[in-house]
């Protein structure tokens, strides 16, 4: 990709948003290494009425995008982005008493990324969206083995199986993992969806991979997946 494109890119932090100065100031109190004190932004937030689902869509996901394009445009380094995603991913874990206070509705979802993508941030941000729908939700993170991916949609008797990719290079992985579950026992029954930079830039991917759908971010993963299981 060139450079200058790169840079020409508009921010992901769209200031007419209406959490979009708040999504400015935890991006730029995270570059300055100001963990605790993004941490305490957030939490007093969401004290004074703001809903986790907003901080999820209008506040962590702007910024991760943001943080991707400021490292790829060489404005920040690989360490400040690890430091930014670390940093979130431990304030998502400080929500988690808001999160797992909902009413379960039976439903159960296992979400992973495919073998040997690392980017998982985006995945754990859609099953906390579904725990707050009231599914068991069954997070296996990054790099998960499809043996034990299939143990664990056995196990747990999976309604739903999200994947998530971040890179197109994933996608013939998901291909692979997507036949192996519809291969094997535990997983006939199990629907799939899909989400992921790769199929948000072209729109027939997900069909293409095998999956049953595909959602752009966390909420409309919700949308979909109560249309799969309708």
């Not at 948003?17 to 305490?40: D, F, I, N």
């Not at 209008?58 to 445009?73: A, D, K, M, N, Y």
């Not at 670390?86 to 400080?94: D, E, F, K």
């Amino acid at each position: 990709m060139n450079d200058g494109n790169r840079s020409a890119q508009k921010s992901f932090i769209d200031g007419k948003e209406p959490l979009a100065a708040l999504a400015r100031q935890y991006l730029e109190t995270l570059l300055r290494g100001e963990r605790r004190v993004a941490s305490k932004l957030i939490l007093d937030t969401v004290r004074d009425g703001v809903t986790v689902q907003d901080i999820y869509l209008s506040v962590f996901q702007p910024c991760q995008h943001e943080i991707g394009r400021l490292w790829q445009t060489n404005q920040v380094s690989v360490a400040q982005e690890h430091y930014c995603t670390a940093a979130t991913q431990l304030i998502m874990s400080q929500l988690y008493p808001h999160i797992f206070a909902t009413e379960k509705t039976g439903r159960s979802l296992v979400a992973t990324c495919v073998g040997g993508e690392l980017h998982e941030i985006g995945v754990r941000m859609v099953a906390d969206f579904f725990e707050m729908d009231g599914w068991d939700t069954y997070y296996l993170g990054a790099n998960s083995p499809a043996n034990g991916l299939l143990e664990t949609i056995e196990s747990q008797q999976a309604d739903l199986l999200a994947i998530s990719a971040t890179m197109t290079f994933s996608i013939n992985a998901i291909t692979d993992l997507i036949a192996h579950v519809r291969a094997s026992d535990a997983g006939k029954e199990v629907r799939i969806l899909v989400g992921g930079r790769p199929f948000n830039i072209a729109t027939d991917l997900w069909q293409r991979v095998g999956a049953d759908g595909c959602a752009p971010n966390a909420q409309t993963a919700i949308v979909a997946a109560d249309r799969l299981l309708a």
